[in-house]
């Protein structure tokens, strides 16, 4: 996950933890604010989901629907772009809210992460996507997992396989005219042999990020590109150059490894037209990904210095996103003016009618991602500067412990005497068993609360379910994701109990800390 977040902050929890021998109820502590509903069936917040439930109000196991695990987006990452180049590793890859559900809003961090042409990375994390991490990220078909990373073929990237078939078809025909139709299967070669180049950038990326220890989600080769799905970000200025320049570093390689293959082949035949193909589409690759803007590889670079200079990764985030949006207008404007005064090669005179309209929609799709791309690194920069403002301690709810055979009627009413929105069921000498779920609550009608005993609306802890009160930021966010769950048991770290932890309220605070500015 690259770049900064962060999150709100909600009520505080219990100030002082429960008396775990005893079993009695915390005392109310006028210094600890309360959230608003109270557990006596006002009910999750109206975007809650609640766990399928049997016949019984068990929990059947089913989670929530994960909304968000789009990386493909894709966040990620936030991601890098370049239009059939490749990215950086875009330390836009923003947190995942916690709780098995993506926020409801501002989608910031999509796993937007990276859209990156040719190449990139992103995290994407993401971003925003769901907290629950899949053991298999999907996102297309899987080709393989080069050093344990899974990489896939996003179902756009056939499309642009045959665009790239057609193009590079008609060019053959001029240069190879005995080739026929043979050509297209020459073309499709071709697309297919640059895409592999594509994937050796990403996986420059990845084994950047891998000897930093940084983990990596996928690669997928998508319609612009690839994007490499790194889900934290560089510790250093140093590493995030490093990270972002080995991608068009290995273009470069490439490109000259294709310019030596051109020795011995005779020009003017079909290798030595492929060969000459892959050294100037490796050069274009790596040389837009060096634009100093982001999301491109350029962009990270700049990002690092700036980071270096000032000393704040802020600043330089700052900095190559507004970078990234000047590229982006000069990418519109500048591009079909280029194609236009035959810059770019051609003649001028034959340039004009469909030629024209292609270049300037061309322009348009580049600009859009890279100017979308700098706007996403800003939006998770400032994720996570709030990131550190999610602490455990201060979202936890006011939680009263009960035994087992407690009537839920009579729970209620020693939770609301205490002020309390949570209900730990604990056994004779106040170990806690389970935690009862808000929304099992919610589904006992008033007049069957009497005869309900708590123990039958409860979830069984595991020890994923149990969070240390002084968690806070992305290492909170970890953990969560880790166990996805509905509510968690806060203890202190003598093993007392502090309170409980609902998913919503994280995930309530992430949304907010999203929309904060800076």
Known sequence: MDESGGSGQPRSGNDRATDRHEGQPPRTDPSHPEATPDTTGSGPA??????????????TG?????????????????GS????????????????????????????????????????????????????????????????RPFGVPVYVAPSW???AALITWVFGGQLDRVLPEL????????????VAFYASVLVHELAHTVAALRFKLPVRRIQLQFFG????????AETPGREFVLAFVGPLLSLVLAGVFYLAMSPVEPGTVPGVLLAGLMISNLIVAAFNLLPGLPLDGGRMLRAVVWKITGTPMSGTVAAA????????????GLPLLTQTGALGGDPEDIGGMDTVTDALLAAILAAIIWTGAGNSLRMARLREHLPELRARALTRRAVPVETDTPLSEALRRANEVGARALVVVDAEGEPLSLVREAAIVGVPEHRRPWV??????????????????????????VLRATPATEYLVVEDTGAIYGVLSAADVERAFVRAMARPS
């Not at 109206?46 to 929990?59: C, F, N, T, V, W």
């Open 46 to 59: 109206p975007e809650e989901q609640a766990p399928a439930e049997d016949a019984h109000g068990r929990d």
């Open 62 to 78: 089913a989670k929530p629907s994960d909304a968000s695990d789009s990386s493909d987006s894709s966040g990620s990452s936030d």
């Open 81 to 144: 772009v370049s239009p059939g180049v490749s990215g950086t590793p875009d330390p836009s890859g923003t947190p995942d809210p916690p709780a098995g559900r993506a926020p409801a809003a501002p989608r910031g961090r999509t796993e937007a992460s990276s859209g990156n042409t040719g190449g990139g990375a992103g995290t994407g994390a993401g971003g925003p996507r769901g907290p629950r991490r899949p053991k298999d990220p999907g996102g297309g078909l899987l080709m393989g």
């Open 158 to 160: 056939f499309l642009v």
């Open 180 to 191: 026929g139709a043979a050509r297209y299967l020459v073309s499709l070669f071709f697309a």
């Open 226 to 233: 690839g994007v490499s799905e790194i889900e934290k970000e």
């Open 322 to 333: 507004w970078v990234g949006r000047a590229l982006a207008i000069a990418v519109l404007i």
């Open 453 to 478: 005993a708590v123990s039958g609306l409860a979830q069984d802890l595991t020890e994923g379910m149990r969070v240390s009160a002084e968690l806070s930021g992305e290492e909170l966010l970890d």
